[in-house]
T-cell receptor
Framework: GAVVSQHPSWVICKSGTSVKIECRSL??????MFWYRQFPKQSLMLMAT?????????EQGVEKDKFLINHASLTLSTLTVTSAHPEDSSFYIC????????????FGPGTRLLVL | GNSVTQMEGPVTLSEEAFLTINCTYT??????LFWYVQYPGEGLQLLLK?????DKGSNKGFEATYRKETTSFHLEKGSVQVSDSAVYFC???????????????FGQGTILTVHP
């Protein structure tokens, strides 16, 4: 149980385009989802926290107009990188927290974004 | 604020050697503590957790004990295998409530390489 999927796993796009990444909780309802960014050989940096049906809470220094987060249902959250640039290339990881187990986050496999 | 400090890696061991990865934390209140493992090219997997002082989390031969007096949560395994090669992250979850509830603070990660 507690499986989280991400799609796509890999994406390459041209500079200036937008990319949408999906995060789904497959076998539980996720009231809260988190989006992280991981640079090579570094730890995870929390970008934002999203609660189903409400606006995401962004961490300091994260541009909310660039990284659009939508959490429209209890099993799906999306991260859209708008007008992507090469510096947005990174590994993006989502996690989900179930209502019944609020102290534990379950992570997706990650999405590697390369902006050319 | 909250912080997690892990021993610096990389750690290189021979198969069947004893493993210790140190982790200490600073937090207000009573956080939950976690170890996550990240295999190459993948997202994070929950390895074990402990939610209160003196709790011992264990999984796949790994264990860690929540030591409130020393604010530590060291990861140990008696006999490592080549398949244990991965990056290990220590993390804590804030229990402060509100929007900060459940936010994970990660250590910098420790790369473990196990040779046959």
């Amino acid at each position: 149980g507690a499986v989280v999927s991400q799609h796509p796993s890999w994406v390459i796009c041209k500079s200036g385009t937008s990319v949408k990444i999906e995060c789904r909780s497959l076998d539980f309802q996720a009231t809260t989802m988190f989006w992280y960014r991981q640079f090579p050989k570094q730890s995870l940096m929390l970008m934002a926290t999203s609660n189903e049906g409400s606006k995401a809470t962004y961490e300091q220094g994260v541009e909310k107009d660039k990284f659009l987060i939508n959490h429209a249902s209890l099993t799906l959250s999306t991260l859209t990188v708008t007008s992507a640039h090469p510096e947005d290339s990174s590994f993006y990881i989502c996690s989900a927290r179930a209502l019944a187990k609020q102290e534990t986050q379950y992570f997706g496999p990650g999405t590697r974004l390369l902006v050319l | 604020g909250n912080s997690v400090t892990q021993m610096e890696g990389p750690v290189t061991l021979s198969e069947e050697a004893f493993l210790t990865i140190n982790c200490t934390y600073t937090a207000t209140g009573y956080p939950s503590l976690f170890w996550y493992v990240q295999y190459p090219g993948e997202g994070l997997q929950l390895l074990l957790k402990a939610t209160k002082a003196d709790d011992k989390g264990s999984n796949k031969g790994f264990e860690a004990t929540y030591r409130k007096e020393t604010t530590s949560f060291h990861l140990e395994k008696g006999s490592v295998q080549v398949s244990d090669s991965a990056v290990y992250f220590c993390a804590l979850s804030d229990r402060a409530g509100g929007t900060s509830y459940g936010k994970l603070t990660f250590g910098q990660g420790t790369i473990l390489t196990v040779h046959p």
